[in-house]
């Protein structure tokens, strides 16, 4: 265990953890972030910069950073990479027009080296429309298959719902303080 | 004489004092140095781990000559995040350690990697994906037909030209499922959509020239790409507009959220309950919504939006970001230039 206590020093604050919410410009990141903190989401506008906003989930402190999508605003995603623990991805499933920038977007993401071994979470957010393409393609249109350079996982989600949102952050929790708080 | 004795005394008194406090403070330092050590620090405990897990990873590595392929992925996604969780524990342990050490626990980390990525391609080969393509490929039907035709697309660079256009036409008709409404290509029509049609679906506009198209009912949510010359009236959507390559057109619809990408001289009549935001848009107008039908405030309070909460003048422009000047991209239409009647 003496790692932990390394570990620990070196975070500091402990069981603090840094989440990077992207995504295309109205696929949703927004809008799940205030319905996970309990805020109305009627009146959302879209993001001219960034949110960031504090969660306390099942005992650790997560930093979530929610960055616009819209094209002028992609180029400035890499400043926030720096020290980012998880990465949730999220993808607007009725968007079919644009689901194969997505997917460009996500690959070119997972290229860079300040987020190697950040866990990456993907919504496949607005499942509760009828136009939605369903999760499974949504996997293999955004091939996740062929990533082996990050812990991965993708869920069936919906902002209005509420659908598997927490059950999303539960698994990226889960999966990045077992990276960085070392269990043996 | 006399006077001296005293003061040579208490020299020597203050000489001892001092040298007894320097001892003290010599001890107390070793005692902080000693409390400061932890053994998970020390180099050996390190390298008692680091070494003994990457004899595990060895391992793994070695026994995939002898392993049956089904196991083979299994054992090469383990050795990934083990190296990964080595490269974070290296990281963090970079204070303590020398450069000596960390070079060569990183030299190590390095060789192990290059040994998995060289026996990954080779006992995985990437035969493996081209064969599972071509096999969705022949089942067609399939949803993923269309990203791996596209994937096909890219791997063979030379493509003819009217090769693509037909690849696309494909690719739309495959893309958009049952749930879309669509009018797609059209030249000089009038066109209209009705609300049992619309409600609660996505509805996309497309590649439409000096068309009219009206569309009573409330959408989820309202695509228009590549419009010219075009007048689109539209009912209360719930979610969101957008609009992409856009050019000479009017447009009247109320929404929660418009986003606006590269267009020109357009003139919407908004009525928007949050945001409006452009990117890479010039000579864009706005004015009030103003069009009106039989079933509107229905529909309105079908799509969830409040008729009395109108921001159709505030828009956000992505290429202005100064809060002093408004941009110049966007103007509010003069009143006396305003469409007054649709019909």
Redesign the interface.
């Known amino acids: 265990?003496?790692?932990l206590?390394?570990?620990k020093k070196?975070k500091r604050k402990e069981k603090e953890m840094r989440i990077l919410m992207l995504g295309l410009?109205?696929a949703g990141k927004t809008t799940i972030v205030k319905r996970l903190i309990g805020d109305p989401i009627?009146?959302?506008?879209?993001t001219?910069g960034f949110n960031i906003k504090t969660l306390d989930h099942n005992g650790y402190k997560l930093n979530v950073w929610d960055v616009g999508g819209?094209?002028?605003?992609r180029t400035y995603w890499r400043n926030y990479f720096e020290s980012t623990d998880g990465l949730i991805w999220v993808v607007d499933s009725?968007?079919?027009?644009r689901?194969?920038d997505c997917?460009e977007e996500m690959h070119k993401l997972l290229q860079e080296e300040r987020l190697?071994?950040a866990t990456l979470l993907i919504f496949a957010n607005k499942q509760d429309?009828?136009?939605a393409?369903?999760t499974k393609?949504i996997a293999?249109?955004l091939?996740l298959?062929?990533i082996?350079?990050h812990?991965w996982k993708i869920y069936k989600a919906s902002a209005i719902t509420a659908e598997n949102l927490l059950e999303g952050i539960n698994w990226i929790t889960n999966d990045i303080s077992k990276?960085?708080f070392?269990k043996n | 004489m006399e006077s001296s004795t005293p003061s040579e005394e208490g020299l020597l008194e203050r000489i001892c004092r001092r040298d007894r406090e320097r001892k003290n403070i010599i001890e107390k330092r070793k005692e902080e140095k000693q409390q400061l050590i932890v053994e998970s620090e020390q180099l050996s405990y390190f390298k008692n781990i680091f070494y003994s897990r990457c004899k595990t990873i060895k391992d793994w590595l070695d026994s995939t000559e002898s392993v049956p392929d089904s196991k083979l992925s299994k054992i090469f996604d383990n050795v990934q995040s083990e190296i990964i969780i080595l490269k974070t524990y290296l990281f963090d342990s970079k204070i303590f350690l020398k450069a000596y050490d960390l070079r060569r626990a990183q030299d190590t980390l390095q060789i192990l990697e290059n040994d998995a990525t060289q026996l990954e391609t080779k006992l995985i080969p990437r035969k493996k994906f081209g064969f599972k393509n071509r096999r969705v490929f022949n089942t067609s039907v399939q949803s993923s037909d269309v990203t791996d035709d596209l994937k096909d697309l890219k791997i063979a660079e030379s493509i003819a030209t009217n090769g693509v256009g037909k690849q696309n036409n494909k690719q739309i008709c495959n893309r958009y499922g049952d749930n879309t409404c669509m009018l797609l290509g059209k030249v000089d029509e009038k066109l209209v959509l009705d609300a049992e049609n619309v409600n609660k679906n996505d509805v996309l506009l497309s590649d439409l020239k000096r068309c009219t198209v009206r569309v009573y009912g409330t959408p989820n949510t309202l695509h228009m790409v590549s419009l010219v010359q075009c007048t689109v009236l539209i009912g209360p959507v719930t979610t969101s507009v957008l609009v992409d390559n856009c050019h000479d057109s009017q447009f009247a619809f109320a929404c929660q959220q418009l986003r606006l990408h590269t267009s020109t001289n357009c003139t919407i009549y908004l009525h928007i309950t949050s945001r409006a935001i452009i990117e890479d848009s010039t000579k864009i107008f706005v004015a009030p919504y103003n069009w009106t039908y039989e079933d509107q405030m229905n529909h309105f309070k079908l799509a969830g939006l409040n008729p009395k909460i109108n921001n159709w003048n505030s828009i956000d422009d992505f290429n202005w970001l100064t809060k002093e000047k408004i941009s110049p991209n966007w103007s509010v239409l003069e009143p006396d230039k305003r469409v007054k009647s649709w019909d």
């Open positions: 265990m003496g790692l206590t390394i570990l070196l410009d109205n009627d009146t959302i506008s879209p001219l819209q094209k002028s605003l009725a968007d079919r027009r689901l194969e997917k190697e071994g429309l009828p136009g393409v369903p393609d293999t249109i091939d298959e062929s082996k350079t812990h990276r960085i070392y």
